[in-house]
């Protein structure tokens, strides 16, 4: 029987996230639901990590390539506002997961009526279990 990563702590992140969709809607800014998921966060005094810095993909740079929250150093978010994801919005967590070395991402778009967050799995570490070598989403 498989087991599902992380299960408790992503269930918890999203039920977060239909409270910040539900209070402001569709048409806002990415900024402004991580503004809201923060003060959700601090709310309850989670150990999350907003902007976090993953230096392995760009070790020269000072700024490097930022995830929008790491949460218990365990789950990756990457919130969007945009029509649909991309292809390259499952990348970009790809890289950003075998980066970090973590298990699981949350890819969370905003912009969609029904909110649905995608759970992304890196394929790094489960490359046994996928026949693609595209991102694994389970």
Same mark, same amino acid.
Request: neutral net charge; contains cysteine.
């Given at each position: ?21 539900? +209070?402001?809607?569709? $048409?806002?800014? +990415? &900024? ?8 959700? $966060? ?6 999350? %990590? ?15 390539? !930022?995830? *929008? $929250? ?7 978010? *990457?919130? !969007? ?5 991309? !292809?390259?919005?499952? &990348? %970009?967590? %790809?890289?950003?997961? %075998? ?7 949350? &890819? ?19 490359? +046994?279990?996928?026949?693609?070598? *595209?991102? $694994?989403?389970?």
């Amino acid at each position: 029987m498989a087991q599902i990563i992380e299960k408790s702590l992503c269930y918890d992140i999203t039920g977060l996230c239909f409270k910040v969709h539900k +209070e402001l809607g569709r $048409f806002c800014r +990415e &900024i402004q639901y991580a503004d809201k998921l923060e003060e959700l $966060f601090k709310v309850d005094n989670w150990d999350y %990590q907003r902007e976090y810095v993953l230096k392995n993909l760009a070790p020269d740079s000072p700024k490097g390539n !930022k995830v *929008d $929250f790491v949460v218990k150093f365990r789950v990756l978010i *990457d919130l !969007k506002a945009k029509n649909y994801i991309t !292809k390259e919005d499952y &990348i %970009q967590m %790809q890289r950003y997961l %075998q980066a970090s070395g973590l298990e699981i991402g949350l &890819i969370v778009n905003f912009r969609e009526s029904h909110l649905k967050p995608k759970r992304v799995l890196n394929t790094r570490l489960y490359a +046994e279990h996928s026949e693609n070598s *595209d991102a $694994f989403v389970d």
